[in-house]
């Protein structure tokens, strides 16, 4: 029996129109990738190695922060945004409560302010310390990332001696913060800035003039200061594209106007310079740690209890009867802060660029709006941008430099 | 000394010189403007003409259980969807907020991706989760829910809990696949 077809005429082959993107090919990078290092998926389209285009793909990991956020009052919700941005979770605590203050109207105490400072530049340190590790460890220096990772838990120590949390802090409070510095902290910190400079010169040594390293990042990705600005990109990774916009100088916050410290930009653009921006800021932040440190404002952390804004410690619920029935008014459900029908906007200089909440109040004390303008959403939506017309090794390095973090992305 | 941002009072006057007067409010030393939604594509491009080149957020508020209408702006009190747009700019660091507003049935505003490209995945958000549609849009897909996703999540009569959860989604057991 013959098992050939019977006829091959009436087999339709179609008509060999060949197009140039017959010779493309699709790799879906991610969402479970050790180089995107969270829940993101990139759908490449390559022609041999060369990326002719990305698709950007998010929502692996959306949890409806926002909507949360009409749920829970503002001191639960700062639980929350530790979870938004994890490898810098004090920048985010202090990017909402320095939102909702703005909201309700509450000035600060001198020390809450330096306090802020000082726990918001650690963050930058450590956010910086891992997303430059991380793009060393994506071209090949695992070295350089693991120095960054011992001076991380260095941080981490200081954090959970503060407030007893390494990683998910929650450590603001509307008002002031959950405890104040004590000398232990103030002598981790003090040793920390002491012996930090030498391992970022190691680090320094390690990648910044390593010829591959160079040779990975140098001229990829490059981003031009018109893009940067039309695309709404903010922090490290505008500033390596020349826009000398930085919100603790520009509209300075808590305590910045009082510290002696540069804003470190770039003109190249290019991961190289994402990177170098990143290093020379860790100094800046470590300068301005140094400073304030050294000059921690006596009184108290928190606002008076008086003013009925923030929670008073447990030492003054148990011994005062102000403390009591302040503790009181803000736990009951129908009393708690005056809130004012009104809508603000309150932005800091998060790790990652500008890191904002716009906080609706509708009287209650959970917010009847609380979205949370996030500057890895913008970020990502550069990278087919910067990635057109590079090699697929150069994907990570692109990736890595932006520091995206799906959390803070997806929210 | 708490920090005073650099007023925008010229800009306000530049565009009531244009486009006549329009309805403005401050709030803790943030200007808002509140421009018709028929409007919102040529008083922001005027806008970004006038030095705003930096697009900080779409975002949108749903205004259905709220405790007053908008009282900020009475304008546009009655509408469901307020639109939020945040301009900053790079060279004078003024920073103004323009309010859009838009209604149900088909809550429909111009997109500004021709003007800044920041504003695409942040439209496309507000798109995904609040249904307000973008007219002009390039590509207006969902951004952070699933594609065969049919509402949207965001707007105030979405229960926190207990609709479009994984519990709902179809199985496929084993013996199926």
Redesign the interface.
Known sequence: MSIAPTSFESLEVPEAATRSEDYLWTLNFGPQHPATHTTLRLVLKLEGERVVDAMPEMGYLHSGFEKIGEHLTFNQYVTVTDRMNYISPMANNVAWHHAVETLLGIELTPRCKVIRTIIAELARLSDHLLSNGAVGLDTGAFTFFLYGFYQREVIYDIFETLCGARFTNSYTRVGGVSQDFTPLVIEKIRSFVKTFPKTLDDMERLLTRNRIFVDRTKGVGVLTKEEAINRGATGPVARASGVTRDLRKDEPYLAYADYDFQICCATAGDCYARYLVRMQEMRESLKIVAQAVENIPTGPVSVGIDQRTALPTKQQVYSTIEGTISHFELSMSNRGFEVPCEESYAAIEAPNGELGFSIVGDGNETAYRARCRPPSVLHFALFPYLIRGHTLSDVVAVLGSLNIIAAELDR | ???T?PSVDDVIAAVAGRFGPLETSA??G?TRLVVPAERSFEVLEFLKQRGF?????V?C??YLE???PP??MPACAGSRYGL?Y?LAS?TT?QRL?VRVFADDPEPMVASVVPL???A???ER?VWD?FGIRFTGHPDLR?????EEFTAH??RKDYP?QGRGERHNFPVITRHES
């Open positions: 000394m708490p920090f941002p709030f803790r943030q080149d930096l697009l900080i957020d975002s508020v749903d709220y405790r007053d009282m900020q939020v945040l790079t660091n907020t800044w490209e920041a695409n995945w942040l958000e989760l969902r951004l952070v829910m699933p999540p965001l926190l």
